[in-house]
């Protein structure tokens, strides 16, 4: 069976900035993932900027990376019990 995705580094390599992604890499004790915009990029690094902050993961971790579609929208707060007023 062959497949026809690119290599994690030549996905990333070849992405516009921008582009939501996740990236999946090597970190002490196993894996885990980075999702958000793909922000730059060198010949041994990316850098997916997060909710929380910008991650810089050199290439040679990673082990899987692909687009993924924008992050659904957020929903509306939850009404107020008792007509949405808050007790004094």
């Not at 062959?2 to 999946?24: C, E, I, K, Y």
């Not at 997060?50 to 957020?74: F, G, Q, Y």
Request: glycine share 8%; aromatic share 2%.
């Amino acid at each position: 069976m062959s497949s026809s995705m690119p290599p994690p580094q030549a996905f990333l390599a070849a992405a516009d900035l921008g582009t939501r992604v996740v990236v999946r890499y090597r970190i002490e004790g196993g894996l885990t993932d980075a999702l958000g915009e793909l922000a730059a990029r060198t010949d041994s690094a990316c850098t997916v900027r997060t909710r929380t902050s910008e991650v810089v993961i050199p290439l040679a971790l990673v082990v899987a990376a692909k687009a993924v579609p924008p992050p659904p929208p957020r929903r509306a707060p939850r009404a107020q019990p008792g007509g949405g007023h808050a007790l004094p």
